[in-house]
């Protein structure tokens, strides 16, 4: 038994994980960061999309369309070696920013998931039914009170599901960073292949943590709509 | 800041390398959304039909591939397929050195993350085909093969095109992350030309542009192509 324990602890998978788990708080603070932030620029964008100002709504459209129409990888690229080859941006205060791969990841990231965050969320709120904002306009709501207690509380929950699927991706997305040389799980689980010419078990490593993480994350987005959804509840 | 010249064909600029690296980038989609198709369809049947064994795997693999980062699925496939491809040949007693070219294992991994998607997007189709239909076939004394080929593929591909359609564009989008085994598409070639002319911005903004025009070209396919499926169909 004992024996069987270490092999277990010499193996090079179990000596990986915990390399490669040294990389686990630069990937969860990239999402800290990221996420946060793109849900609420999401709901900024969405709510701009569907209100009746048309170049508001056009631009984001187009803007929307263009961040859904390429890679994240084009972004990021863009981002840390496009933006960073520009004289006067390098010269501008974005430069502090711009210069960290960290920050890099965090703009690319945030500025990905708030396109496709705001095209869901147009979609919950362009489902409303018209009698619920009608009732709230009877009862004599102003615009910002009908958009905090009717129109948000219910575009958001209907579309928990999918937008779920976009913090999954997003989970997934964070690996890209590592090609900016920021060490998150990614990069470290590389690193290590370099080191150790053992891909397999670098990968595999480094495949369960994220695993791991988006088990969480399902679990998390579950917990929200059973919690916003009470109507939808089988045994109260 | 934006280099036009760069960009012109012929040797002094990069339009025909970018051109052919969009061919590069169209072929591997192509290939491994074949391949992912044929994939998924062997991965739909493990899950419907009645064997725990076989739904297991299916189900193991989907959540598997869909639960870890893509560009983690290619990098174990690139450094770790050759020593797999090897060792499955030293059985057949085959002991020389094998390398698979970049081009085939760019198509399997993104084929392998591909099918997981269409997966979803069949076995979803597949469930709208009412009963009735597969009654209906088996009672005319049809076999299994032109039960599949008349009766279920016919109406999947209807109920299917949408979807397959968002799988196409994440495939495409995904061909992208191919640029770290250095087969030369589109990421990679405006990567080795920005190297080159010390111009960072100019191709990436072309990249950019060329998946643009990549997804809206294939994006307007893929409608007519439901247009064309979907007649008879009221909408």
């Known amino acids: 038994m004992i024996e069987f324990l270490n092999s277990i602890q010499n193996s090079l998978i179990y000596k990986n994980f915990f390399l490669v788990l040294s990389g686990l708080d630069n990937t969860i603070l990239l999402l800290l960061i990221s996420l946060p932030l793109g849900f609420v620029l999401a709901l900024l964008f969405a709510l701009g999309r569907v209100s009746k100002i048309t170049l508001l709504s056009r631009t984001i459209a187009s803007y929307i369309f263009v961040i859904r129409g390429t890679p994240l990888l084009v972004q990021i690229y863009l981002i840390y070696f496009g933006l960073g080859s520009v004289k006067f941006i390098r010269e501008s205060f974005l430069w502090y920013a711009l210069k960290e791969p960290f920050w890099c990841g965090v703009i690319a990231l945030t500025i990905n998931t708030v396109a496709y965050g705001a095209e869901i969320f147009r979609g919950g709120i362009q489902s409303i039914e018209k009698s619920q904002v009608e009732s709230g306009l009877s009862l004599g709501f102003g615009k910002f009170l009908l958009l905090r207690k009717i129109i948000l509380p219910i575009a958001i929950r209907k579309v928990l599901p999918s937008y779920g699927n976009e913090l999954i991706l997003m989970v997934k997305a964070t690996s890209l960073v590592s090609l900016t040389t920021y060490m998150e799980m990614t990069g470290i689980a590389r690193k290590i292949m370099a080191k150790t010419f053992a891909p397999v078990e670098a990968f595999i490593a480094a495949g369960i943590l994220y695993l791991f993480l988006n088990f969480l994350m399902v679990q998390f987005v579950k917990y929200l709509e059973w919690k916003y959804n009470p109507h939808l509840r089988l045994n109260n | ?235």
């Open chain 2, 1 to 235: 800041m934006f280099k036009f010249d760069k960009l012109v064909f012929g040797d002094a600029g990069w339009g025909d390398e970018f051109l052919i690296a969009t061919l590069m980038t169209l072929l591997v989609s192509i290939l491994s959304m074949g391949l992912g198709l044929v994939l998924a369809i062997i991965t739909v049947w493990a899950k419907i039909i009645q064997n725990r064994i076989t739904r297991f795997i299916a189900n193991f693999y989907t959540t598997v591939i869909r639960g870890v980062p893509e560009l983690l699925v290619i990098y174990l496939i690139f450094f770790g397929g050759n020593a797999v491809v090897m060792s499955i040949a030293k059985v057949f007693g085959y002991n020389k050195y094998i390398e698979l070219n970049a081009l085939t294992i760019a198509t399997i991994a993104i084929a392998v993350i591909s099918a997981t998607y269409s997966s979803e997007v069949l076995r979803a189709s597949y469930l709208a085909i009412s009963k009735g239909q597969l009654e209906a076939a088996r009672a005319l004394g049809m076999n299994k093969f032109s039960i599949f080929f008349k009766v279920i593929s016919p109406q999947v591909i209807r109920h299917a095109l949408p979807g397959i359609g968002n799988v196409w564009q994440i495939t495409l989008k995904d061909t992208s992350l191919i640029s770290v085994t250095g087969l030369v598409e589109i990421m990679r070639q405006s990567r080795i030309s920005s190297n080159v002319e010390h111009s960072p911005l100019t191709f990436l903004i072309t990249a950019a542009i060329l998946y643009l025009c990549l997804t809206t070209i294939s994006g307007r396919v893929f409608k007519t192509l439901e247009v064309n499926y979907s007649k008879g169909f009221s909408t």
